[in-house]
């Protein structure tokens, strides 16, 4: 099972992690407060088509970074105003970090160790659930793991523990 190549087994984690998160998307009704008003905002980016200055009732709202705002307006923009536009850019960052941890398991450990960590991951009720809730966090999830991913494969290099010629004084 674990003898195809890596493009195709890391494809296969996507899969399997899309038929777990994508199917009943657009139910139930977004939850209150933060789905509702996260939806709020990319909608009103979308109506105003003003994605620099993120708004909730049409009033200032600066308390989060706006990645995921432009995200879910992005959807909205493809798939009208509805749950699951609201929802799929959290199901797609969780799909994603699933590949990520199952690539960097792999790279650590090996394949079998890579479909372990992909099923454990994609399968944990909380993981499970936030992958099916607009909010930030699975964003923040996905780029912490994968920042920690390619910090760990530059880490592995030679060339990481000499010093660089950025890192020494001029003279």
Partial sequence: MFAANRPLRFTFYALLAAILYLPGLGRP???????G??????REMVVTRDYVTPRDDFEL??????????TNAASIGMFGVNEFAVRLPAALFSIGQVV????????MFGA???????????LSPLFFGF????TLDPALAFFLTAALAAFYLAAREDSFSQPSARGRSRE
């Fill in 131 to 134: 992958a099916r809730f607009a």
């Fill in 37 to 42: 008003r996260y939806a709020e905002i990319a």
């Fill in 112 to 122: 079998t160790a890579g479909f372990f960590a992909a099923v454990a991951l994609a």
């Fill in 61 to 70: 709202y600066f308390e989060k970074p706006p990645l995921v705002y432009w």
């Fill in 100 to 107: 990520v941890t199952a690539a960097l398991a792999e790279v």
């Fill in 29 to 35: 009704a977004l939850w209150e407060p933060d789905e």
